[in-house]
């Protein structure tokens, strides 16, 4: 079963800062990692996601890095806003198919405060 | 695009009554939908894998005679919580995956339900 673990659990970052989430998996049989952003009383969204024949992408301030052997990825937030404060959620894919096929694990989400 | 609505947003109920959520992916056919349950700052939790015309998979601890799942086509799935108590009171959040790009996920913008 799939464990995903996720931290700090919560971050304090000056405006225009960069801040750093990090997140390690267990196993998986299918490699898609995404982050997602949830606002307060909202759905997360998705943010962005990295399929691992690549070990970084980038979109805008935000980017992805992959290490495969370390099973780790992470979280950039360059040039950090206010308006990015929000709670922040990685996933991997749930292990091998089957019943599992289609389904994210997340991890334990970051609480993400950029001051102004 | 990958829009996902839900409805209501809001609902309060008297015990023991049922609540039908209803989540709609509005540009995209979902194959497959995904029902969650998240608690006040807390991660999501995966309660079903809902399907287009078959039974729904549930997790392990969900009451399936309790959260009644049905995915009735590719735009639409429901959750209806039966015989609700203040202990079902929760932020409830589906998702529907593009299963042709694997383990995409998109949300929908959540239900919360007060039991009282």
């Known amino acids: 079963q799939q464990q995903v673990k996720q931290s700090p659990q919560s971050l304090i970052v000056q405006k225009g800062g960069i801040s750093i989430i990090n997140c390690a998996y267990e196993?998986?049989?299918?490699?898609?990692f995404p982050w997602y952003q949830q606002f307060p009383g909202k759905g997360p969204a998705l943010l962005i996601a990295?399929?691992?024949?690549?070990s970084e992408k980038k979109e805008g301030r935000f980017t992805i890095s992959f290490n495969k052997s370390a099973k780790q990825f992470s979280l950039h937030i360059m040039d950090s806003q206010p308006g990015d404060s929000a709670t922040y959620f990685c996933?991997?894919?749930?292990?091998?198919?089957?019943?599992?096929?289609?389904?994210?694990?997340f991890g334990q989400g970051t609480i993400l405060t950029v001051h102004p | 695009g990958a829009v996902v609505s839900q409805h209501p947003s809001r609902v309060i109920c008297k015990s023991g009554t049922s609540v039908k959520i209803e989540c709609r992916s509005l540009?995209?056919?979902?194959?497959?939908m995904f029902w969650y349950r998240q608690f006040p700052k807390k991660s999501l939790m995966l309660m079903a894998t809902?399907?287009?015309?078959?039974?729904?998979?549930?997790e392990q601890g969900v009451e399936k005679d309790k959260f009644l799942i049905n995915h009735a086509s590719l735009t639409l799935s429901t959750l209806t919580v039966t015989s609700a108590h203040p202990e079902d009171s929760s932020f409830y959040i589906c998702?529907?995956?593009?299963?042709?790009?694997?383990?995409?996920?998109?949300f929908g913008p959540g239900t919360r339900l007060t039991v009282l």
């Open positions: 990295i399929r691992p024949d690549v």
């Open positions: 996933a991997a894919p749930t292990n091998a198919g089957g019943t599992s096929y289609g389904k994210l694990t």
């Open positions: 540009d995209f056919q979902a194959t497959t």
């Open positions: 998702s529907a995956a593009r299963l042709a790009v694997y383990n995409e996920q998109f």
């Open positions: 196993n998986t049989a299918f490699d898609y």
């Open positions: 809902s399907n287009e015309g078959s039974k729904a998979t549930y």
